[in-house]
């Protein structure tokens, strides 16, 4: 069975930074592009990013909103992802879910974790 | 960036009732559209991809329909379970691979 747990969420102060964990198990981590993301409270879902697989040299893409603050990294030996959250604004408060792409990348999320709270306040 | 607009946002309806749910793309998304339920304190749940194919496990009552820029997600006969809000997803321009703002499906 596919899961994917979050971990590492919680309350920050603006202009602060936060690290989310994602543990991957069920599943070839490392054939996976992996993918961040979020749903602020009252709005929809967006999609903050995304690490291709070793095979595509771990390129990593990110939403506007985000280029330049985040950074997702994986570790496939851990089978683990990562999201270093700096520069953080009250915008970025959410819940961050953790997702895995279809086999063929084609960049629908077949599996998601249960998502972990990020909450960006004074 | 492709937009994508769901209608309605809240969807009333009994169960044993079918609920039809839509999904609009601001430009041709080809057949690159999935739907995703998401239940209060649950992980989304992958329905459909590629439009019309269900991800395993999912009921036939789900179906999708559509290409281009109109699609389609029915739940034939709603159970209890079904009640939920459902996204769509378009990923043929990626990134990024941007969602609907969501159709809420509650009990009428």
């Known amino acids: 069975e596919v899961q994917l747990v979050e971990s590492g969420g919680g309350l920050v102060q603006p202009g602060g930074s936060l690290r989310l964990s994602c543990a991957a198990s069920?599943?070839?981590?490392?054939?996976?592009?992996m993918d961040w993301v979020r749903q602020a409270p009252g709005k929809g879902l967006e999609w903050v990013g995304r690490t291709r697989n070793k095979a595509n040299s771990y390129t990593t893409e990110y939403a506007a909103s985000v280029k330049g603050r985040f950074t997702i990294s994986r570790d496939d030996s851990k089978n683990s992802l990562y999201l270093q959250m700096n520069s953080l604004k009250t915008e970025d408060t959410a819940v961050y879910y953790c997702?895995?792409?279809?086999?063929?990348?084609?960049?629908?999320?077949?599996?998601w974790g249960q998502g972990t709270l990020v909450t960006v306040s004074s | 960036e492709i937009v994508m607009t769901q209608s309605p946002a809240t969807l009333s309806v009994s169960p044993g009732e079918r609920a039809t749910l839509s999904c609009r793309a601001s430009?041709?998304?080809?057949?690159?559209l999935a739907w995703y339920q998401r239940k209060p304190g649950q992980a989304p749940r992958l329905l459909i991809y590629g439009a019309s194919t269900r991800a395993t496990g999912i009921p036939a009552r789900f179906s999708g329909s559509g290409s281009g820029t109109e699609f389609t997600l029915t739940i034939s006969s709603l159970q209890s379970e079904d009640f939920a809000v459902y996204y769509c997803q378009q990923y043929n321009k990626w990134p990024p691979g941007t969602f609907g703002q969501g159709t809420k499906v509650e009990i009428k």
């Open positions: 430009q041709s998304v080809s057949s690159n």
């Open positions: 069920g599943f070839t981590f490392s054939h996976h592009y």
């Open positions: 997702t895995r792409e279809d086999p063929y990348s084609s960049g629908y999320l077949d599996s």
